[in-house]
């Protein structure tokens, strides 16, 4: 897919665990790990919304487009 | 809202069940319908009188047993549709083994009704007996159920793509 998750780059910048990032946005750990690796087929404007709420960031710092 | 739907969930699995329940008593009517055939043509002379019917007919004595063959061929769809439903109960009602189930069964239902139809028929024409008339009903009714069974196993795959979908949107 053409679409990158940028999560892990986020939260180091923001040296916050997952956990805690989980917790904060109100997830569970599994599905935020799908999210992470890729393999999540959508991610909902309310999940992406307090993503960058918690991280204090934008979408674009998150999500990035790799043409093949 | 999510009780709501979690209420919704249960009354349609409450209808599986007793979907489930009523195949169970079905394919026990079966069994009841083979002993009881296999009895009266092997130790009493109630089929005597039909007799006639078949004597001259393609497979001789044995045309009777041509419509019991149809008969195992339903009662074996019973059987897949009896472990799709209980997949169903188990797994929920999106998963792609009961909607292979479902599809064997109504194969096989579609097989059963249209092979009984086609022997009713030439049964009719021959001994021009309206009973086979009623078994024509019968036929059509079995092969519209075998293509409904069809048209859900169609609606069970794409379901469950579609809960695949769901589960992975975050």
């Known amino acids: 897919m053409p679409i990158v998750v940028n999560l892990d780059v986020m939260l180091a910048k923001r040296k916050m665990k997952s956990k805690d990032l989980a917790e904060i946005i109100g997830i569970t750990t599994a599905n935020l790990s799908i999210l992470k690796s890729g393999k999540a087929k959508a991610i909902r404007f309310s999940t992406l919304g307090a993503i960058c709420e918690a991280l204090d960031c934008q979408p674009a710092d998150i999500l990035e487009y790799i043409e093949n | ?170």
């Open chain 2, 1 to 170: 809202m999510l009780l709501l739907n979690d209420n919704k969930i249960d009354l349609i699995m409450n209808k599986i069940k007793f979907l489930n329940g009523f195949v169970v008593v079905l394919i026990v009517i079966y069994l009841i319908h083979f002993l009881g055939d296999a009895y009266l043509t092997f130790f009493t002379d109630f089929i005597e009188p039909f007799e006639h019917l078949y004597k001259d007919f393609i497979f001789g004595y044995y045309t009777q047993f041509v419509g019991l063959v149809f008969s195992v061929l339903t009662f074996i769809g019973l059987l897949f549709i009896k472990n799709g439903l209980g997949e169903i109960i188990k797994e929920g009602f999106f998963n792609a083994y009961s909607a292979t189930k479902f599809k064997t069964a109504g194969k096989l239902f579609l097989i059963s009704g249209f092979l009984n139809l086609v022997f009713s028929m030439v049964l009719l024409f021959r001994s021009e007996e309206v009973l086979f008339l009623g078994e024509m009903g019968q036929s059509f009714l079995l092969m519209i159920i075998g293509f409904s069974l069809y048209i859900i196993a169609d609606i069970l795959q794409n379901g469950n793509l579609l809960k695949q979908e769901n589960d992975l949107t975050i």
